[in-house]
């Protein structure tokens, strides 16, 4: 995987400041997850969609971003819709500690980061999700 470095955005001090509970609350998250995502550098979403891959088929969710459309109201979407594209199909299995770190959209991958265990996930690499301690 390369990378430029232009591409990584880091996180004001303070955090990202759109990124908030009352934005994501139809994900329902925990504040620990929220509290991470406010101070995480993401990857520079383009313009137009675009944005380099960080695994093969695997693009970033950039957090910071989604929460400036929430904030802005400018798209009829939702945190819900938001919680599908990190969670794919997992999204009724993935507890509050957990949050979805890339979008899954057409033939992207899922990882998923446990902020309790420290963890992330890769369901796709074995498909057995419900083996998982802190999925059941």
């Known amino acids: 995987m ?3 470095e ?3 955005i ?3 001090e303070d955090g ?3 990124i908030t509970p009352a934005i994501l ?3 329902e998250k925990d504040d620990e997850v929220i509290e991470l995502l406010r101070h995480l550098p993401y990857i520079r979403s383009g313009s137009d969609g675009d944005s380099p891959d960080v695994a093969p088929w695997a693009k970033m969710m950039d957090w910071q971003h989604v929460c400036r459309i929430l904030a802005g109201r400018k798209a009829q979407t939702s945190a ?3 919680k599908f594209l990190s969670e794919g ?3 009724d299995a993935v507890p509050s500690a957990v949050v979805g770190l890339t979008d899954t959209g057409q033939m992207s991958k899922c990882f998923l980061l446990d902020t ?3 963890t992330i996930y890769w369901p796709e690499c074995d498909g057995k999700i419900k083996h998982w301690p802190t999925f059941q």
Request: charged share 30%; hydrophobic share 25%; proline share 8%.
């Open 89 to 91: 199909e997992y999204q």
């Open 2 to 4: 390369y990378l430029e």
């Open 25 to 27: 609350e139809g994900m």
């Open 10 to 12: 880091e996180a004001p």
């Open 80 to 82: 819900e819709v938001y």
């Open 116 to 118: 309790e265990q420290g």
């Open 6 to 8: 232009s591409d990584v």
């Open 16 to 18: 990202w400041p759109t």
